[in-house]
């Protein structure tokens, strides 16, 4: 027998019938400056880093398969064309298992002492590595490098790509930890 609406309301998170736990932001750039303090010039260097590390590899395959062509008088040059698929497996596989990892990190982000996290503060995992990964190149390749302007007018230094994903590029404990000791000692941050 139907007694009309519930006590419960019918609106807000809860009304599809499932719970939704919605969380805050993990980082308050007012209330931490020194994890976002000079984010956006070691992002820049890390994927350069980045960029080096996957290309070793993918040019050690070109030149591989240049030689076993000499060797097959030509018939191995056959095999360029996995060099196109190979990279972005290759390129996927760095980005998820290194963001996947213990330190949340590319190894040209840990060289720069910088991590990776969700909104939330939870650290990254494969799969959002990689997804971190593709919708940056698509967002760069369809809408050019300018989005990466929008990291200059958020206090969070986020880019177009982290805002689609739900990530934050932050320092690392022991950088913002310095960058701390050293606000602490001189006064403030931007000196």
Do not use: C, Q
Request: overall charge positive; hydrophobic content about 55%.
């Amino acid at each position: 027998m139907y007694s009309g609406p519930s006590s419960e309301s019918n609106s807000g998170p809860n009304r599809a019938g499932f719970p939704v736990d919605v969380k805050p932001h993990a980082f308050d750039p007012t209330a931490n400056p020194e994890l976002f303090e000079g984010v956006l010039a070691r992002r820049v260097a890390a994927f350069i880093i980045d960029v080096i590390i996957i290309a070793v590899p993918l040019l050690a395959a070109a030149i591989f398969i240049f030689v076993f062509g000499l060797v097959t008088f030509g018939l191995g040059w056959v095999l360029f064309w996995l060099l196109s698929p190979a990279s972005v497996v290759w390129a996927l596989f760095y980005y998820g298992i290194t963001l996947g990892g213990a330190a949340s990190a590319t190894l040209g982000m840990r060289a720069m002492e910088i991590e990776m996290r969700t909104w939330y503060g939870a650290p990254a995992y494969f799969v959002l590595g990689a997804v971190h990964a593709i919708v940056y190149w698509i967002s760069v390749s369809v809408l050019t490098p300018l989005i990466l302007v929008v990291g200059f007018f958020n206090a969070r230094k986020r880019l177009l790509h982290d805002f689609l994903v739900g990530t934050v590029i932050v320092n690392s404990a022991p950088r913002a930890d310095s960058l701390r000791a050293r606000a602490a000692a001189y006064g403030g941050f931007g000196l």
